[in-house]
């Protein structure tokens, strides 16, 4: 009688159960997840920068050191010492000058007949700039108006 040799009858009936033949993959596996992820960790991130020249631009509108004129025509639109000038070079300027050591005084003169929404944005933006010599000059022409 030819006996096998994948298992062989212990005393008492119980089977042998021959070694595995094959190789335990899981710790090899923990241990390949490991190193991924401490590469993946220390690789530098990638960059995707692209070199460009901005164009350098002076500034804006010309500060004078002691006082500056802003007026508003009845249409709204902002002159600043005799120069027209837009909302956002508004706000640059008196950033510029909120900036400064010592702040020139920016005299804001509206027209008696500018809208006073178009006033009150002006004056918002001057708030916001944080310029603190700001002030309304000519005030004796809205006497007429009221």
Known sequence: MARSMSSS??????????????????????????LLIMFIITVPMQSHQIEQQLPQRGP????????????????????????????????SALSAIAGMD???????????????????????????SGADRFGFSGNEQYGAVF
């Open 9 to 34: 009858p212990l005393p008492g009936g119980i089977r042998e159960i021959p070694p595995m033949a094959e190789m335990n993959t899981t710790p090899l596996i923990d241990v390949m997840l490991v």
């Open 60 to 91: 804006i509108v010309k500060i004078e050191r002691i006082k500056n004129e802003l007026g508003m025509s009845p249409a709204g639109q902002l002159r600043w010492n005799g120069e027209a000038i837009s909302d956002r070079e508004l706000a």
């Open 102 to 128: 010592e702040q020139p005084e920016v005299h804001f003169r509206p027209d008696a007949t500018a809208r006073y929404e178009r006033v009150d944005h002006v004056l918002g933006i001057a708030a916001q």
